[in-house]
């Protein structure tokens, strides 16, 4: 018995020396994995992307954009967790729920950052699908005005009853007659107002 007690404490001595390198050692698979579920997810959903050009459901443009912004989301996600994860293991080397926290959250302020900065820039040069359905639709709108000879006051009652969403503008854009959809969705408006004309 005296013998197995020093052993014993031998035994947790060490447990407890080498516990925070085994702790760290999962940290680092940690972020690892993290790294690579961040790029098999973008991957994933540029494949989506790719599968709805394909389907025509989204423009060229359109793919082009949503790449970019995969892109960036994936360099500014793996970039702050990396940044938060370091800028903690300064601090408190062996904290590893804080450490995780740190890279979660650096993770999701610089992705947010650099979206938020890739829509900015892109839109100078790009219109989104849902812009350009938008514009389309608007100018069905002014066209049907001009045809119903409506004063400003109505126009601008018209326009006030009318909310168009994104789902509304892709669904517009994947109708292979836009005019006649743009029509039909604007139609009930105009004639509902000038029913009430009368």
């Not at 940690?30 to 992307?49: A, G, H, K, V, Y």
């Not at 995780?100 to 302020?109: E, H, K, N, R, S």
Request: proline share 2%; with cysteine; glycine share 6%.
């Amino acid at each position: 018995m005296k013998l197995i007690v020093p052993k014993l404490a031998t035994m947790g001595l060490n447990l407890v020396s080498i516990g925070p390198r085994v702790i760290l050692r999962s940290a680092f698979q940690i972020m690892r994995t993290n790294i690579w579920t961040r790029i098999i997810s973008t991957f994933i959903l540029i494949s989506f992307d790719l599968y709805n050009f394909v389907k025509k459901k989204i423009s060229k443009k359109q793919l082009v954009i949503n790449l970019i912004l995969s892109t960036l989301l994936l360099v500014g996600g793996t970039t702050g967790w990396i940044f938060g994860t370091h800028s903690v293991s300064e601090i408190v080397a062996e904290n590893t729920v804080l450490w995780i926290m740190a890279g979660l959250v650096g993770a999701g302020v610089l992705s947010s950052i650099m979206d938020a900065i890739g829509r900015r820039i892109l839109s100078r040069f790009l219109k989104s699908d849902v812009e350009d359905m938008v514009e389309f639709i608007n100018e069905e709108f002014e066209e049907l005005a001009s045809q119903h000879r409506l004063d400003d006051a109505q126009i601008e009652s018209i326009a006030s009853s009318i909310h168009l969403d994104k789902k509304t503008c892709l669904e517009c854009f994947c109708k292979k007659d836009r005019k006649k959809y743009a029509r039909e969705l604007l139609h009930p408006h105009f004639h509902k107002k000038v029913k009430q004309s009368y």
